[in-house]
């Protein structure tokens, strides 16, 4: 089955400074990719997501991008603020068409993003 | 205002008791998650459900059950089997790829 692998588990940056958080899957068929953000004592909000036919996505100060031959994609929030302090999971899965759990989400094991003032 | 619910924020535990968590959304989605969040373990998934009155078992379902008789519940039970239930318990519900998350219910065991 998919396995997803999360690095760094903690990444403490300056404010204003750029963060990047790698992640490696395994199964070549996967072809979503999200980003969740999760703030303390709450549920991870999706902040991100890319599908394989595109390399790149951009939101504001985040960008997502994806190596379908590496089999790896990575985050990037540029002028980190603060508030973007959180735990950081990227997830990967199949298209739900082919039906029963391959269309699951399988996560990484998270990210803990500091940014000191 | 749309979203999803769960509840009670903190749940206790007794030994051998049997806890209920509840899961609610008005999104209109068809399928519905539970995760288990413990530190350093990410999300692991305990039961999905993608159309009402059918549930599959995820990863970690021992110790657990669900039901889904309305779109809009997906009630999680942790019975007295599971032996370590301490954890932190997310809900989703998904159209298409995109899963959105509860704000979770923290258990713990007295």
């Known amino acids: 089955g998919e396995n997803v692998e999360q690095h760094p588990s903690t990444l403490s940056v300056q404010e204003g400074d750029s963060a990047v958080i790698k992640c490696t899957y395994s199964?070549?068929?996967?072809?979503?990719f999200p980003w969740y953000k999760q703030e303390l004592g709450k549920g991870p909000q999706l902040i991100i997501d890319?599908?394989?036919?595109?390399g790149e996505k951009k939101d504001q100060r985040i960008a997502v991008t994806l190596n379908k031959t590496a089999k790896h994609f990575s985050l990037h929030i540029t002028e980190t603020q603060p508030e973007d302090s959180a735990v950081y999971f990227c997830?990967?899965?199949?298209?739900?068409?082919?039906?029963?759990?391959?269309?699951?989400?399988?996560f990484g094991k998270g990210t803990k993003l500091s940014v000191k003032p | 205002d749309g979203g999803i619910t769960q509840s009670p924020k903190y749940l206790f535990r007794k030994e051998g008791q049997n806890v209920t968590l509840s899961c609610e959304q008005n999104l209109n989605h068809d399928a519905m998650y539970w995760y288990r969040q413990d530190p350093g373990q990410g999300l692991r998934l305990i039961y999905y459900s993608q159309i009402v009155n059918d549930f599959q078992k995820g990863d970690i379902a021992e110790g657990y059950s669900v039901s889904r008789e309305k779109k809009e519940s997906f009630p999680l039970t942790v019975t007295s089997a599971q032996k370590n239930p301490t954890a932190f318990y997310l809900c989703?519900?998904?159209?298409?790829?995109?899963?959105?998350f509860g704000p979770g219910t923290r258990l713990l065991v007295l």
């Open positions: 997830a990967a899965s199949k298209n739900p068409n082919y039906g029963g759990s391959q269309g699951n989400l399988i």
């Open positions: 989703a519900s998904s159209i298409g790829k995109t899963q959105y």
């Open positions: 890319i599908r394989s036919n595109v």
């Open positions: 199964d070549s068929a996967s072809n979503y």
